[in-house]
């Protein structure tokens, strides 16, 4: 069988600078599964990067072993200098560093929009009300959702509200943010906006780490895609790379059925 | 007020033999009126402190240890598995036969008095069902949005404070409002440890005055009021609190 090559040469121009997400031969165990059977990747500072792959492969898992919200059996995963897998973890600090975005938006659902972006920076960073109020509103605008500050999660489409999260994260200051599938549960009308929202982060040198099945999408803001199967990286490279040539079969298989 | 009545019924009486003689004698005007006065205290009494005990039960049951969790989770079902009347029993004669007694100057009085069992004694059986019923409320609240909050690096407190206390009341408040108006009927129980509320009151009366229909009737009218009160009340409570687009 064909396992993903070990990180070496080939990855070494990418990490020209100090890697801001490094991870090495993460293993994760739940019970006697193992879910994640030696992962290694690298996002530097600004990059977007996409986790592609079939279902049950491991691509959340992954993803949420980036902000502790899983633990890990092995391996070592640094986020912008802190070690995740550590006993002695400060889990709070770690988070602060790392938004996170989920496939079903996970909004606070007896918060008004406004409410749900302020929360966090006034109890977590004890902003005053007028500030937190002042950044809420410029973050709203960002996700346009200007006009929307007073509705509840429920008065919005999916789309609507996943904009809300993401507003929401960034209202935390993050480094980095992680998107795990966060248009999945969305009907093809909305997808776009949310896309647009995570096309401009982007572009303004946010660090993004997606998990996504918008192989368009991938293929247009990735710097770099990794391809998951059964837990590990079977492929991975610049979008061109990966979509037009594809080595691996499994690659080539899976692209052939969502293309 | 009994001025206004008093004619009336005094009239009804003469004319038909219908005897509400608590409308028109004022000696059994005012026993009835404190009957309904310590009735309504006993429900406002038992009505709070139950919901209480239930919000500290539930909270022991989702932060605290094993042994909190197992203390608790017996202690409702032995209140949820035996009937108020036994327990109120149980509080008055058996509890209160060993609390210890006052000296008044010449006679004793019990420390705890029957209305202060009664108020113990249904609190402690109602928080027992509200136990179960904002468990449920706080376990309604899914993980996907505690994770939420713990990614947006709220502590632990504050999650429970900010996002699963108001959702959980919400969830919970149609069941908790079936649980409080049944409570509230159950305190029509407290005439066997001799609580001079309503139900016990007008059974001295129509004892009296034989005159057992029409008190009957009076009673059956003073719950139905004060029950839909009640349950208008929690409506209205319900009405305010919810939010558009969500648990519908
Ligand atoms: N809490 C859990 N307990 C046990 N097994 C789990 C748990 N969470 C995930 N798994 C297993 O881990 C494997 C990887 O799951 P994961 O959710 O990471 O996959 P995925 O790539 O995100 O899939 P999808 O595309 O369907 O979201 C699956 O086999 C899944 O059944
Ligand atoms: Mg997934």
């Known amino acids: ?259 | 007020m009994f001025d206004a009545i008093s004619g009336f019924f005094l009239d009804l009486y003469e004319k038909t033999g219908l005897n509400f003689n608590i409308f028109y004698d004022e000696f059994e005007y005012d026993r009835v009126l404190a009957g309904a006065v310590t009735s309504l205290e006993l429900m406002a009494w038992v009505i709070c402190l139950s919901i209480v005990l239930g919000v500290i039960g539930a909270s022991l049951q989702h932060m605290g240890s094993r042994t909190l969790k197992g203390l608790v989770e017996a202690y409702v079902q032995v209140f949820r598995n035996t009937p108020p009347m036994v327990q109120l029993l149980f509080f008055y004669f058996g509890l209160g036969s060993i609390t210890p007694q006052v000296d008044m100057g010449g006679y004793n009085e019990p420390l705890i008095s029957s209305f202060a069992w009664a108020v113990i004694g249904l609190s402690v059986f109602g928080a027992a069902y509200n136990v179960e019923i904002f468990r449920s409320g706080i376990e309604s609240v899914p993980r996907s949005t505690l994770e939420a909050s713990e990614s947006l690096c709220l502590t632990k407190w504050q999650t429970n404070l900010h996002i699963v206390l108001p959702l959980a009341i919400r969830v919970s408040l149609p069941s908790l409002t079936a649980n409080v108006i049944s409570l509230a009927k159950t305190t029509s129980l407290v005439y066997v440890i001799s609580v001079p509320e309503m139900t016990y009151v007008l059974n001295q009366i129509w004892s009296d005055s034989m005159n057992v229909p029409e008190m009957i009737f009076v009673l059956f009218l003073f719950y139905g009021i004060v029950i839909a009160l009640i349950g208008a009340v929690f409506s209205l409570l319900e009405r305010k609190l919810r939010i558009p687009g969500f648990g519908q």
Not at chain 1, 136 to 154: F, H, M, N, Q, S
């Open chain 1, 1 to 259: 069988m064909q396992r993903h090559e070990p990180y070496g040469a080939e990855t070494a121009s990418v990490s020209a600078d100090a890697p801001i997400v490094s991870i090495r031969d993460v293993r994760k165990f739940y019970g006697s599964l193992e879910v994640l059977k030696g992962i290694s990747l690298d996002v530097l500072k600004g990059q977007v990067v996409c986790i592609i792959g079939p279902s049950g492969s491991g691509k959340s898992t992954l993803i949420r072993c980036i902000n502790g919200l899983s633990d890990v059996q092995q391996g070592s995963i640094s986020v912008a200098g802190t070690e995740v897998n550590d006993a002695r973890l400060d889990v709070v600090a770690l988070r602060r560093k790392v938004g996170i975005v989920f496939q079903q938006y996970n909004l606070f659902p007896h918060k008004t929009v406004l409410e749900n972006v302020m929360l966090a920076p006034r109890l977590v960073l004890k902003e005053s009300r007028a500030s937190a109020e002042q950044r809420a509103k410029a973050l709203i605008a960002k996700v346009r959702l200007t006009g929307k500050e007073d509705a509840y999660p429920g008065e919005l489409s999916g789309g609507q509200q996943q904009r809300v999260a993401i507003a929401r994260s960034l209202a935390m200051r993050p480094e980095i943010m992680l998107f795990d599938e966060v248009t999945a549960a969305l009907d093809p009308e909305t997808v776009k906006e949310v896309l647009t929202t995570i096309r401009e982060l982007a572009a303004d040198g946010m660090t993004c780490i997606l998990v996504t099945h918008e192989m368009g999408f991938a293929r247009e803001v990735a710097d770099h895609i990794y391809f998951t199967d059964g837990g590990v990286i079977v492929e991975h490279g610049p979008p061109a790379e990966v979509f037009s040539n594809a080595k691996d079969p499994r690659t080539r298989r899976f692209l052939s059925q969502v293309i």
